[in-house]
């Protein structure tokens, strides 16, 4: 993989871009198992006034259920035309090798980059966070991971090694390769949400080059 740019990086875009619309940051305190209906809430508000004929009543899902399981290709053309992509909240590529996977450039977080691959039962989306070498104290950390990593719903954080050496902190969900296309789209959003939380939350353990 070409050089990689931690998740603080997508983290100052990400405000910048949220500045640059005149939206601005809210702190609230909801109860866990109300934390997705709230994700979407926050993105429908974001809509501008000219777009809220399309406002969904939160909560409002719509499943659309694959005749069988994904493959990497029938899932890039479904997701090609889904609002997320059309609308231009986010940008998707098919790249292939002998791993294929899609590319999704969420451009709503900062351009955050985002890979997700279909392999047998399973999809599995992945983003970046930060590098292992920008951890002052690798216990400190994985241990108040460990303790609070539920605070972000669909994801989990691990530490993986790259076919280079070298080592990085990743937040990743994973789901059936038989789930609605609707499940995958907010697999995909969550994750993006949780990677920006997940770098103010333990901002703290790293490094003053990584969270400048």
Not at 34 to 54: K, V, Y
Not at 76 to 91: E, H, K, R, S, V
Request: charged share 20%.
């Amino acid at each position: 993989m070409a050089s990689r740019k931690n998740a603080a990086h997508y983290q100052r875009q990400f405000r910048s871009r949220m500045r640059e619309q005149g939206l601005v940051k809210k702190e609230i305190w909801i109860l866990p198992e109300h934390a997705d209906r709230l994700r979407d809430i926050e993105r429908q508000l974001r809509q501008t006034l000219s777009n809220e004929h399309s406002y969904k009543q939160p909560g409002t899902i719509i499943m659309t259920q694959p005749e069988s399981v994904w493959t990497i290709k029938n899932l890039y053309q479904a997701l090609a035309i889904d609002p997320l992509f059309t609308n231009g909240d986010a940008i998707i590529n098919l790249v292939d090798g002998t791993e294929p996977c899609l590319e999704i450039t969420m451009t709503e977080f900062g351009d955050l980059p985002i890979y997700l691959t279909v392999a047998g039962e399973q999809i599995v989306a992945d983003v970046v966070l930060w590098p292992l070498s920008m951890v002052k104290d690798t216990q400190t950390l994985n241990d108040e991971v460990l303790r609070t990593h539920k605070l972000f719903p669909l994801s989990t954080i691990s530490l993986d090694r790259f076919p280079d050496g070298s080592e990085y902190y990743t937040i990743f969900g994973a789901l059936s390769s038989a789930s609605s296309l609707q499940n995958i789209v907010q697999e995909v959003e969550t994750l993006a949400a949780n990677a920006i939380k997940a770098t103010e939350a333990y901002g703290s353990h790293l490094t003053s080059e990584s969270v400048a």
